[in-house]
């Protein structure tokens, strides 16, 4: 049984739309010749299945009923680090047959994690002499917002010899994409140097598609069409889903190639001051903000990921920890429930506004961060987030591996166990190791 009442508000130029029935109808208005589309909600909700460390908030699970009620939704998972966004919450999977959800994947298209590997020890930044030095000149090689016009960096020809839908999205590219190609970003994009078990030096990047990204998102979200609650589709099936697909794409590849910039920028820092190699057969790559075409149940369907990393059967990933506590490299199970994929990091206990009002001023300075050889105090937004949202779930994540912030980038206490704050279903890592105390508080080059 289908609900009657629709759900779209009416346009200036109608007095009152009839909906007639519950299939998409499109229709023109005579007064401004505006495209429109009619929708109504279902009374009937898809699949939904969650992995939760904790009780949703009633604003999150508001948001998300709102999201199963919309338009050609097949099936949602909510991951462990779930927590409220604009429209649509992050750490929220959700698949569609053929209606694309701009803001299921939100501004910061392809947005991201990278991990590689150097042939060092990483007690060799235990000098704190030799650390400094090292932050120093990383801040210099990796700016955190933006580029000298006379310092940029050429984009890969298979990305630059690509052209956007649009000239307005070009003229974005042409402005923003040389000064932002290779930089960190604000909020909680960082670059960090880590530990794994072994004692081997391993670099962290966490940022992604920077202005281009959500003038992308500005761009698409203007034509398409309002379905209620505040969300906006895109058909795949029109020229318009099927640029905001190719322009995603791009973002996308833009995004992996920035942080794969960054880590050449650091190894060259680690290679001028210690000598080593960066060992790129290491790397592992992954995104957490995208709509990406898949087969799930024997279906062809539209998966929009926004926080949440995927997790196909055997398919590598990164999950980052808290500020100061382990971050993991793990191996995906191909979890059907949960769209083949899981949580994309720590989560947030905190919004940034709850955080500003309730962290101290003295709690900030003890956390230190680096912003070339400036020293600052670190995002509310990662102070506030938990370290018990990151632990590895057996469901969603296999194999893994604890990688350690180092004491030599910072100070204070690190190590979260990841197993002490588990649900159901999380297992403890595959090794007796127990937390280090002392192991280092991030410090960000951000």
């Not at 589709?233 to 590849?253: K, N, T």
Request: proline fraction near 4%; include cysteine.
């Amino acid at each position: 049984m289908h609900s009657a009442a629709s759900v779209m508000t009416p346009h200036a130029c109608v007095r009152r739309w009839r909906c007639r029935s519950v299939e998409s109808e499109r229709r023109n208005c005579r007064s401004c010749q505006r495209r429109r589309m009619e929708v109504t909600m279902t009374e009937s909700s898809p699949p939904m299945r969650t992995w939760l460390a904790a009780p949703m908030d009633r604003d999150v699970s508001e948001a998300i009923e709102r999201l199963r009620h919309a338009p050609d939704v097949k099936q949602i998972a909510v991951m462990p680090d779930v927590h409220l966004a604009a429209d649509v919450c992050i750490g929220v999977v959700v698949a569609t047959s053929h209606l694309i959800y701009p803001q299921a994947v939100g501004g910061d298209i392809g947005c991201g994690m990278l991990a590689v590997a150097f042939d060092l020890e990483a007690v060799s930044l235990e000098h704190p002499p030799t650390a400094e030095h090292v932050l120093r000149q990383i801040g210099r090689a990796v700016p955190a917002r933006r580029r000298n016009r006379r310092a940029t960096i050429a984009l890969p020809i298979d990305i630059e010899s690509i052209r956007l839908s649009h000239p307005s999205i070009e003229a974005i590219r042409r402005r923003e994409g040389a000064i932002e190609f290779a930089t960190v970003g604000s909020g909680n994009h960082f670059i960090e140097l880590q530990a794994d078990e072994a004692g081997r030096l391993w670099l962290m990047v966490h940022s992604g598609s920077r202005f281009i990204g959500q003038g992308i998102r500005d761009h698409h979200m203007a034509r398409a069409e309002a379905v209620g609650s505040g969300l906006r589709v895109l058909d795949v099936r029109s020229e318009a889903g099927v640029a905001y697909l190719h322009d995603a794409s791009w973002a996308r590849r833009f995004a992996d190639a920035s942080r794969r910039a960054m880590a050449s920028a650091v190894g060259d820092v680690l290679a001028a001051a210690l000598g080593g190699r960066i060992c790129w057969e290491t790397a592992i790559s992954t995104d957490h903000n995208h709509t990406s075409q898949e087969q799930h149940g024997g279906q062809e369907l539209l998966v929009h990921r926004k926080g949440a990393m995927p997790a196909a059967n055997g398919e590598a990933g990164v999950l980052p920890g808290s500020m100061g506590s382990a971050s993991f490299h793990v191996e995906g199970r191909g979890c059907a429930d949960a769209l083949c994929s899981s949580a994309h990091g720590a989560g947030r206990i905190l919004s940034r506004t709850a955080a500003r009002q309730k962290i101290t001023e003295a709690s900030r300075r003890s956390a230190v961060c680096v912003q070339g050889h400036q020293s600052r105090a670190s995002s509310a937004t990662r102070i506030g987030q938990g370290d018990s949202r990151a632990a590895p779930d057996s469901q969603l994540q296999g194999r893994l591996t604890r990688i350690r912030s180092r004491r030599a980038l910072g100070d204070g206490e690190g190590d979260v166990d990841p197993g002490r704050h588990r649900h159901p279903c999380v297992r403890s890592p595959n090794h007796s190791e127990q937390p280090q105390r002392g192991s280092g508080r991030r410090r960000y080059i951000a």
